[in-house]
């Protein structure tokens, strides 16, 4: 069977300020996958070159689209086999199914058959609705409008059905839930039957279950509310435990499992009672980059907000897995190492100092503050949470490794209003930091770079918005640069400052 929902590229980061009461200013942040598409590309590039090449090689065995449509419903059988078969055609192909009345037909055969109870035929056009969507939004809101997301609904809750039907029912509502369509919370009252079939033995129904979880529990608190009082964090975990790790149902239960966590404690706690953690820190060793890397987002989903989680982490051993991942060649496995790392950082002073152990884990940090933009707002953000603590020896990590200061204050002309005021924050506890302390030798790297006129570049600038937070502190940290060109600037470069 192919995939019944393969985890795509992740949105921004939803961040949660402040955190912990021993923060200082340390920042959490969790994020979520989005939602689990059923379509996605779940090979590499080498694999993609690949793809190309089926694909031009099937175009000699292409059925006539529209003789096969014009045959429904008693040919959606074929209709469904047709979209299986030809699952990594382009979209156009897809559109030519869509355009010739393949979708209709199909929700019209769904309709049908769910009206008779004709199970062979409402898996088949399950499947079809399924596998014809391929990520097509049109499609999918033709679906929705054809009252498809209603009759799967009823399918996936009809206990007369196999467990195998009501799996590919799972797996179209999982597509659905990709719709251009704001009721995706229709979806919410099918949790607990969807949960069940985690525990059925027929490995389509589990696959199709999981990936509708995926969604389910991505959003709004209300659906991961649900999801968790249906139960699913048992049996998501065990699927975890005990499932393939190659597969796409493991790396689908480990999507959900990274949603419920982000940014609901409840859901989290739930999570890490089930021994997440300590399977984590396993599984993230695991040679398998787009499995680890939904470990890993689970792992700094589950550690924001909670100095224990954060504790545990580090007694398991994580941060060298962590920091071997943030030096992969990978950019996806980059971005989830640097965000566990940062909010480790965000935790107390013990926290702090256990990644600061890491040999040039600052350097390291440095080194990815670079595109693309969540790399780079992941790796100043971890700077931000080390520049911000209360332990004046670990800012001076910052301040002393060769090139920080100066690459945080390019961070100022990204073009990114999140991370220039992260790096501005660095910035001014920098600075700060070293006046306070009265060490004219701690001021050097500042002084020897043109800190002063980057900042003031920067604000010169017209931005748009979102940079009142960068602004203000740039505002602030031109001020305290001013200061310490007085108190510490040597006379041959003091024409510089002033």
């Given at each position: ?6 985890v795509s ?6 961040h ?13 942040f969790?994020d979520?996958?989005?939602l ?19 694909d ?14 014009a045959g429904?419903?008693d ?11 030809h699952?990594q055609?382009?979209e156009?192909?897809h ?12 929700c ?5 058959a769910?009206a008779?109870?004709?199970e062979?035929?409402?898996a088949?056009?399950a499947?079809a609705?399924r ?9 999918l ?6 009252g ?5 609904l ?10 195998n ?5 799972a797996a179209a509502?999982?597509?659905l839930?990709?719709?251009?369509s ?5 979806v919410i009252p ?12 027929d490995p ?34 065990r ?22 966590a982000?940014g609901n ?9 089930e021994?997440?953690?300590?399977l ?12 680890v ?18 504790r545990?982490c ?22 989830e ?10 935790g107390p002073?013990?926290?702090e ?8 884990i ?13 790399q ?22 910052v ?12 961070v ?10 992260h ?29 002063h006129?980057e ?7 017209d931005h748009?918005?979102?940079y ?6 740039c505002g602030?940290l031109?001020?305290l640069?001013e ?10 470069s003091?024409s510089?400052?002033?």
């Amino acid at each position: 069977m192919a995939t019944a929902g393969g985890v795509s590229a992740l949105p921004e980061p939803e961040h949660v300020e402040g955190g912990d009461v021993m923060q200082s200013n340390g920042e959490d942040f969790s994020d979520e996958p989005e939602l689990s598409d059923p379509e996605a590309d779940d090979d590499d590039d080498d694999d993609d070159e690949e793809e190309d090449d089926e694909d031009e090689d099937d175009e000699g065995d292409s059925v006539d689209v529209v003789s096969l449509v014009a045959g429904l419903p008693d040919t959606i059988e074929a209709l469904a086999d047709e979209t299986e078969r030809h699952w990594q055609r382009t979209e156009s192909h897809h559109a030519e199914l869509i355009d010739a009345g393949g979708m209709d037909g199909a929700c019209m055969t769904l309709r049908s058959a769910c009206a008779r109870k004709d199970e062979c035929n409402v898996a088949r056009a399950a499947r079809a609705i399924r596998f014809m969507s391929r990520g097509f939004r049109p499609a999918l809101d033709d679906a929705v409008a054809l009252g498809a997301r209603e009759l799967l609904l009823e399918t996936v809750a009809n206990v007369i059905y196999s467990h195998n039907t009501r799996g590919w029912a799972a797996a179209a509502l999982t597509a659905l839930m990709w719709s251009s369509s704001d009721d995706k919370d229709a979806v919410i009252p099918a949790t607990r039957v969807i949960t069940q079939l985690l525990d059925s033995d027929d490995p389509v129904a589990v696959e199709g279950a999981s990936g509708a979880l995926v969604n389910l529990s991505n959003g709004t608190p209300e659906r991961k509310n649900a999801v968790l009082s249906a139960g699913a964090v048992v049996p998501l975990m065990r699927l975890l435990r005990d499932g393939d790790p190659h597969s796409s149902t493991v790396e689908q239960a480990s999507a959900a499992i990274r949603n419920l966590a982000a940014g609901n404690e409840n859901c989290a706690r739930a999570v890490a009672d089930e021994g997440a953690l300590d399977l984590f820190a396993t599984m993230m060793e695991l040679p398998i980059p787009k499995l680890v890397q939904q470990v890993a987002g689970a792992t700094l989903n589950l550690i924001a907000g909670s100095v224990s989680r954060k504790r545990q982490c580090i007694e398991l051993n994580m941060l060298p897995t962590a920091v071997r991942l943030v030096s992969h060649n990978t950019v996806e496995l980059r971005i989830e190492g640097l965000g566990v790392l940062r909010n480790i950082l965000a935790g107390p002073v013990d926290c702090e100092a256990a990644v600061l152990a890491v040999d040039n884990i600052v350097d390291l940090l440095v080194r990815n503050l670079a595109p693309p933009e969540k790399q780079l707002e992941r790796a100043v953000g971890a700077l931000r949470n080390i520049c911000t603590s209360t332990n004046r020896a670990h800012v001076l990590h910052v301040i002393e490794a060769e090139g920080a200061v100066a690459a945080l204050a390019t961070v100022l002309h990204v073009g990114d209003p999140s991370a220039a005021g992260h790096a501005a924050c660095c910035l001014e506890h920098v600075v700060s930091t070293c006046l306070e302390a009265g060490d004219p030798e701690a001021l050097l790297p500042l002084l020897e770079n043109d800190i002063h006129g980057e900042v003031t570049v920067f604000l010169d600038a017209d931005h748009g918005t979102g940079y009142s937070d960068a602004r203000a502190r740039c505002g602030r940290l031109l001020l305290l640069l001013e200061t310490i060109s007085d108190q510490a600037m040597p006379p041959k470069s003091a024409s510089k400052w002033c």
